[in-house]
Nanobody, 121 residues
Framework: QVQLVESGGGLVQAGGSLRLSCAAS????????MAWYRQAPEKQRELVAL?????????ADSVRGRFTSSRDNANAKNTVNLQMNSMKPEDTAVYYC?????????????WGQGTQVTVSS
């Protein structure tokens, strides 16, 4: 099995910063990508940021320039951090870590338990 452990999140005022971290562990042969999604009340879950095994990053238009995705170090493909700056009330959501992994011949995705992020105006 694969486990994703998230940390960070909480309450912050608009304009402030928060940092989320996630680490994947378990019987993993290779990690294809790590990502952060978020889901606000009564809205669909959306991709926030993604980092591939090669270190390429991609961001939702709504967070580009404010959020930065990174790993603990260049070799730690099983980790993903999300530095969130200049936060806005519309960033309020439950944030989920996601990992696309290869186990044997199969590839599948795993989700973390989610962490609440609340931005007050």
């Amino acid at each position: 099995q694969v486990q994703l452990v998230e940390s960070g999140g909480g309450l912050v005022q608009a304009g402030g910063s928060l940092r989320l971290s996630c680490a994947a562990s378990g019987s993993i042969d290779d990690i294809k990508s790590m990502a952060w999604y978020r889901q606000a009340p009564e809205k669909q879950r959306e991709l926030v940021a993604l980092i591939t095994a090669r270190g390429t990053t991609n961001y939702a238009d709504s967070v580009r320039g404010r959020f930065t995705s990174s790993r603990d170090n260049a070799n730690a493909k099983n980790t993903v951090n999300l530095q969130m700056n200049s936060m806005k009330p519309e960033d309020t959501a439950v944030y989920y870590c996601y990992s696309l992994v290869r186990i044997g011949c199969g590839v599948r995705g795993y989700w973390g338990q989610g962490t609440q992020v609340t931005v007050s105006s």
